[in-house]
């Protein structure tokens, strides 16, 4: 058994794709035509680190979801993308205008320091001590 996919609620599709693909460096799994349960149509967006088992699938919020948008955990710190490289990730992606809401600290478990997505959830980038 393994965790395939989480959403991440997304107010529209291509932004979040080039957030996700160009910014962060995740691949673009598949991007395909779909319906909702009720016959509307959507997109089935995954997107995934390089190498990872685990993907994103961005859910495009509809009216009654559109209020969770950058706020799935209630506030927290919801999604932790590990590196090799804390450092050099962190530059590039500061480069690439990612929003970080703290400083790099080193913590017990490695260097840290939180951003927020194209959404505004919180993510950790998490690197070696």
Do not use: C
């Not at 979040?16 to 691949?27: E, H, K, N, T, Y």
């Not at 559109?66 to 590990?82: D, E, K, S, T």
């Amino acid at each position: 058994m393994h965790l395939d996919l989480v959403a991440v609620v997304v107010e529209e599709y291509d932004p979040a794709i080039r957030f996700f693909v160009d910014v962060l460096g995740f691949d673009l799994v598949e991007d395909s035509p779909s319906t909702t349960n009720d016959g509307r149509p959507k997109r089935w967006v995954v997107v995934r680190p390089p190498g990872a088992a685990t993907g994103l699938l961005l859910a495009r919020a509809d009216e009654h979801q559109a209020r969770v948008i950058g706020n799935q955990v209630a506030g927290r710190v919801g999604f932790f993308l590990r590196v090799d490289d804390f450092a050099a990730a962190h530059e590039r992606m500061a480069a690439a205008g990612v929003r970080f809401v703290t400083e790099p600290r080193s913590e017990p478990y490695g260097r840290v320091a939180v951003f927020l997505d194209v959404a505004g959830n919180r993510w950790d980038l998490l690197g070696p001590a």
